[in-house]
C-alpha cells in the first residue's frame, strides 16, 4: 500500500516538475489566436479595418491597433504587425 502512495507521490511532483520545466525552458506563452482569415461581412455595424500586412479585413474591435510613424494602423494578428514593423526597418 506503501508503494502506491510513494508511486503516486512521485506521479504529482514529477508532473509539477514538468510543467515547471516546460513554462521556464518555454519562456512565453502561447501566441494568441488569430482571428479566422476568411470573414464574410464581419459583425453588422461594426467597421472593418484593412491589415496592411497581409490585406485581411478585420473588425475594428478585433483588430490589432499599432501606432506606426504617428499613423495607426490595424492588423489581423500580431504575428501580421510585427512582420510589418520588421519590413519598416
Ligand atoms: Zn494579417
Known sequence: MTRLLILTLLLC???SLWTYLRRAL???RP?????????AGGRQ??????DPQCG???PRSEAVETQVGGARLYFCSTECRDA???RQG
Open 13 to 15: 511532483v514529477g508532473y
Open 31 to 39: 501566441p494568441q489566436a488569430p482571428p479566422p482569415r476568411r470573414r
Open 56 to 58: 485581411t479585413y478585420v
Open 84 to 86: 510589418f514593423r520588421a
Open 26 to 28: 518555454g519562456g512565453q
Open 45 to 50: 455595424g461594426e467597421d472593418l479595418v484593412q
